[in-house]
């Protein structure tokens, strides 16, 4: 309230320190000023609040009942601009949140019950869409995103990065043969959604794209990632769909000098800096303590993403 005196509050400020230069000295007015300003008030309620001498000011029988009522409401104000300050430092409230559908359910899903037992007056709206949605124009406060947004303008905070290599089962290896060099792979069963075909990888030699001929089309990451477990084909999987299936050995990664760009990461984005509500930051934060630097997903696959020549 200091940083932006009122009348009133100078008025106050008189009483308490005993004079117009004692209360100028304490809020870095001048006596002038000081005596200005209540002057203006004065003028305002049409009534005189004090009685000047030469050596002192007094209030007069209506500047006290005045000052009694100006205390009540400069508390008031104090009272409410502390609740509001501190309902700024807690996470309440409605969370909106859209994530991509395998995601949200495999690493976020099963994490929200450590942030609602500590923030208690928290609600989080998760809807699961693999479709990139109007952030503002849908209502959300924040989109969990697996993309490359090294060039966008969005607002985006990086929380982990994605490896996506290229895999299959055993069984299926066994029986159609283990890709030697990148251009046996049109000789493969190929699995991808509609949106990712063409695969576009990083190999030794640079950038190399393949195209897709799926016998199997879908719109689903998570009915390609069943096909790949079932032995249909070879697919271009995240390490964090099938991280334990490749620890595990039910997933194989095929041509592993190929894989996908490491610029794709998993952001946080959201509309704007300025302002971040609490719940938003809390959110955000236990997000990203939760995935480190090196996500769980990835543990135990480090030996995968060692940089290859020209990735």
């Known amino acids: 309230m200091i940083g932006n005196l009122g009348d009133l509050e100078i008025f106050a400020r008189i009483v308490t320190a005993g004079g117009l230069s004692a209360a100028g000295r304490e809020l870095g ?3 002038p000023v000081v005596s200005k300003r209540v002057q203006r008030l004065e003028e305002r309620l049409g009534t005189r609040l004090f009685q000047r001498t030469t050596r ?29 300050a501190r309902r700024s430092s807690e996470a309440r409230g409605l969370l909106r949140v859209s994530a991509p559908t395998s995601f949200g359910r495999l690493h976020i899903a099963p994490h929200l019950g450590p942030l609602l037992d500590t923030n208690p007056e928290l609600t989080v709206d998760l809807e699961l869409s693999d479709a990139f949605v109007d ?122 000098a190929y894989r996908a760009s490491h610029r794709v990461g998993v952001y946080a984005v959201y509309p704007s800096r300025r302002f971040l509500p609490q719940k938003v930051r809390v959110f955000i934060d236990h997000l990203a303590q939760l995935y480190g630097s090196v996500p769980p997903w990835d543990a135990g696959l480090e030996h995968l993403f060692e940089p290859q020549t020209g990735a």
């Open 29 to 31: 007015l001048s006596p």
């Open 56 to 84: 002192k000011v007094t209030l007069t029988e209506a500047g006290q009942g005045f000052y009694d009522r100006v205390v009540a409401i400069l508390a008031s104000v104090e009272e409410a601009e502390s609740q509001l």
């Open 135 to 256: 952030i503002v124009g849908d209502g959300f406060d924040i989109a969990i995103r697996i993309a490359d947004l090294t060039d966008s303008s969005l607002v985006a905070r990086r929380l982990a990065p994605v490896h996506r290599v290229l895999c299959a089962t055993p069984a299926y290896l066994a029986r159609a043969g283990m890709p030697k060099n990148f251009a046996d792979l049109a000789d493969h069963v190929l699995l991808a959604t509609h949106g990712q075909d063409p695969w576009r990888l990083q190999g030794p030699d640079g950038p190399v794209t393949q195209r897709v001929h799926s016998p199997l089309r879908t719109n689903s990451n998570e009915v390609v990632r069943e096909a790949v477990l079932a032995g249909v084909g070879i697919a271009l999987r995240s390490t964090w769909d099938v991280g334990p299936e490749l620890n595990s050995g039910a997933l194989q990664v095929v041509l592993p």
